[in-house]
């Protein structure tokens, strides 16, 4: 069984002065997980400042370039208090998407159920030591194990959200997000 310990780098950045710090995980229970039974018990847990997307399968978690983007439009909006929607963690998934429809974004990333699903937790002015201690209490209180994820598992589901070849999707989400940005 993996282990409880959250031992995956984080990604951290700055962003108008404000350290940002994010760690993405494959979560098991040993048995089937579904989004829409463990998003709200998950976020129930969470402190102030820290949001959570889970997503239906660990193969939907994006790169890390893709990720750094949404994240950084993400917690742009938090600051300015310009969100998509009022959930950060659902702003996050329609930056993914590169655009607005949050019913598609739900079907897309988090309907369904899966032995392994996929988490983002980010934070805005924490520490990591801070995120990585939230997130083992999460962890602990739902009986939930973590183990990381190999970095280009999900570029063909990128793809096929994109309409283009597995080479240019990222390069084309970035772009379909920077849109959405400036329309906020």
Known sequence: MPARHVDASPLS???KSTPIVAVQLCLSSGGELCVKDVLPRVESLLPKN???SLFDDCRKLPPRSLLLS??????RGLLE?????????????????????????????S???GRRIGAVF??????PEDLRQAVEGVLGSLGLQAEGQGENESIDFYAEIAG?????AIDHLRARMALEALEV
């Open 70 to 75: 949404a994240l950084a439009y993400t917690c």
């Open 50 to 52: 820290i949001y959570v």
């Open 111 to 113: 309907s369904g159920c």
């Open 122 to 127: 980010f934070a805005l002015g924490v520490e």
């Open 81 to 109: 208090g310009r969100t998509i929607s009022r959930k950060p963690g659902l702003d996050l998934l329609l930056y993914l998407q590169g655009d607005r429809n949050i019913h598609m974004a739900v079907q897309r990333f």
């Open 164 to 168: 283009v070849p597995g080479e240019k």
């Open 13 to 15: 950045f700055r962003l």
